[in-house]
């Protein structure tokens, strides 16, 4: 479990396809005690921790996962990482699972001096998971939708956003990873 706070963004040092799936190695931030085992969202794809080494990590995606994320598209250059929600600790953000439902495309960005915002497009079938001034996971960012449409919504990205995760560099055309709230999630079982 995470809460979509972005605490590093880290070099994807190298990616190599085997057997249907992706191998990644993500540099180790710096003071980053990462041990095997250990969950850490990438992207805000939960991924789990393979092996280590003094320089990077290594973490090992399924096909099912690649079906789902933007890594089955493209494999970025550097990642968002957030490591997993410790109990007791503040909460900030809004709980993520790491479990992406769908990619998006960001379709349009407009700027101002201190903010952007994002038009993203998603599949019609996941409208029912998201509502004006409720949360979302993009690339693992936990974001405020500001309005929805037809079949895509608009997120306002603050200046400290845009400098400390990679939604800064993003742009018309770009995919991203898709969380939708997890409360949302179970409300729409419910009512099927």
Known sequence: MFTGIVQKVAQIKNAERRGGGLILY???????????????????????????????????????TLSKTTFGIVIPKQVNLELSLILGEKIDGHFVTGHVDTVGKIVKVVASSESRVYEVQFLRKFKKLIAEKGSVAVDGV????????????????????????????KGAGDVVNLEFDILARYIAAQTK
């Open 26 to 64: 993500i540099a180790t931030p710096g003071g980053w005690k990462i041990k095997a085992g250990q969950s850490i969202a990438t992207d805000g794809v939960c991924l789990s921790v393979e092996k280590v080494s003094k320089a990077y990590y290594q973490c090992r995606m399924m096909p099912e």
């Open 142 to 169: 936990s974001l405020t939708v500001v309005d929805v449409g037809r079949h895509s919504f608009t997120i306002s990205l603050v200046k400290y956003t845009l400098e400390h995760t990679t939604l800064g560099h």
